[in-house]
């Protein structure tokens, strides 16, 4: 279905509001940056669900932080994992002996995160932590450790916040469970 009407049209329910976020992502910021207090932290910007979460975050870091920016394909137009995973745009710059924060939007199968932490680890970074916004425990396939988490969430397909369907309603400043007739499947 095209998108018609405002954006907001779009969500059934709203799951977690702006203020909610912004406070969790404050916490998260504190803890980030008393764990990595003395050290430098690449953020690693996971294309194109992460990007407000991102700018959010690093908002909130008070340790010297550089950004970098990994583009990989996930679920298409679908709202289903399809555990292909294809880096359609690598980072700028090398990783190793760096201090080393993947910022993701989600984790559902894990197939994703679990695919990127796999790659990142043959690139030699001093460390590297993972810090997901949301989670999906429900659908799980792979185990993956997720360092900092703002949500666990029961399974529903949300957008808002970053988060797509179909490449539509990244810019909802919520996260949203979608409304099923807007969904083409
Ligand atoms: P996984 O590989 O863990 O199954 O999926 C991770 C990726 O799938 C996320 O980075 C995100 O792009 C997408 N994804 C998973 N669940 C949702 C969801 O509820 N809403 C949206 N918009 N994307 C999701």
């Not at 977690?16 to 803890?31: K, P, V, W």
């Not at 690598?90 to 939007?105: G, K, M, T």
């Not at 993972?130 to 360092?147: F, H, M």
Request: overall charge negative.
């Amino acid at each position: 279905m095209t998108p018609s009407g405002t954006v907001h049209e779009a969500v059934q329910r709203v799951l977690i509001d702006s203020d909610t976020l912004q406070n969790r992502i404050r916490e998260l910021g504190r803890q980030i940056s008393a764990d990595h207090a003395g050290q430098e932290v690449t953020l690693i910007c996971i294309l194109k669900g992460s990007m407000l979460f991102t700018a959010d975050l690093m908002r909130t870091l008070d340790v010297p932080v550089v950004v970098d920016f990994m583009g990989i394909s996930s679920y298409g137009a679908s709202t289903k994992s399809s555990g292909v995973v294809k880096i359609v745009k690598d980072l700028e710059e090398r990783i190793e002996d760096r201090h080393v924060l993947v910022v993701e939007d989600i984790v559902d199968t894990g197939l994703t995160l679990n695919y990127l932490l796999n790659a990142l680890t043959l690139r030699k970074p001093a460390s590297l932590k993972v810090c997901a916004l949301l989670e999906k425990p429900a659908r799980r396939k792979v185990e993956v450790k997720i360092d900092y988490l703002g949500f666990t969430i029961d399974d529903h397909f949300v957008i808002g916040y970053g988060l797509d369907y179909n490449n539509h309603y990244r810019q909802l400043p919520y996260i949203g469970i979608i409304r099923p007739e807007m969904v083409s499947e």
